[in-house]
Antibody, heavy 121, light 112 residues
């Protein structure tokens, strides 16, 4: 089955760090673009950023709200990618989804189930 | 950033009746490659979003044909011809023409 599974969410204090993982199965994730999207009850869905495919040198894009604090990385041996979140703020509290982006569709054809990140003291 | 505005934010519908959701973007979604990257997502309660429609009017694999999309430029519409119980959830429009990709606020579809 083609799927994405996120892990690593939890409770962290403001200013702290957390690392999320997105594991792919049923396909080789290095061949695809993968985005992170977060969802809060107050602000709805917010695009976090993109990690392009290996063919595109894993180049990245980040939303302004996370640029300089969040970093994407890939682990081809695990068929997965990570989201390293540093200097976390209360407003980063959200459910974080990884989603496979398909250029020909201009949208996300596969979504993970999401992992909850709570930033609170 | 492109702002996506959906109306209505809530839509009570009778089973078997049609439903329509509008989405307006703050600027044209026509990409330099000629495509318009406007898609519609459905989020059922407790589930992640799911792709319904891509590039304005193309139904994604497995999506029932009661769902259709239309529009151009800055104005887009999602229509459900006959609402079924399984259609309950929140619907989002999304643009991928420009970074950052942005979403509408969501429209909650519920059964009367």
């Amino acid at each position: 089955e083609v799927q994405l599974v996120e892990s690593g969410g939890g409770l962290v204090q403001p200013g702290g760090s957390l690392r999320l993982s997105c594991a792919a199965s049923g396909f080789t994730v290095s061949d695809y673009y993968v985005d992170w999207v977060r969802q809060t009850s107050g602000k709805g869905l917010e695009w976090v950023g993109r990690s392009r495919s290996k063919a595109k040198s894993y180049s990245t894009e980040y939303a302004a709200s996370v640029k300089g604090r969040f970093t994407f990385s890939r682990d081809d041996s695990k068929n997965s990618l990570d989201l390293q979140m540093n200097s976390l703020k209360i407003e980063d509290t959200a459910v974080y989804y990884c989603a496979r982006y398909r250029g020909p569709l201009g949208s996300f054809d596969i979504w993970g189930q999401g992992t909850m990140v709570t930033v609170s003291s | 950033d492109i702002v996506m505005t959906q109306t209505p934010l809530s839509s009570p519908v009778t089973l078997g009746q049609p439903a329509s959701i509008s989405c307006r973007s703050s600027q044209s979604l026509v990409h330099s490659d000629g495509n318009t990257y406007l898609s519609w997502l459905q989020q059922r309660p407790g589930q992640p979003p799911r792709l319904l429609i891509y590039k304005i009017s193309n139904r994604f694999s497995g999506v029932p044909d009661r769902f259709s999309g239309s529009g151009a430029g800055t104005d887009f519409t999602l229509q459900i011809s006959r609402v079924e119980t399984e259609d309950v959830g929140v619907y989002y429009c999304m643009q991928a023409t420009q970074f950052p990709h942005t979403f509408g606020q969501g429209t909650k579809l519920e059964i009367k």
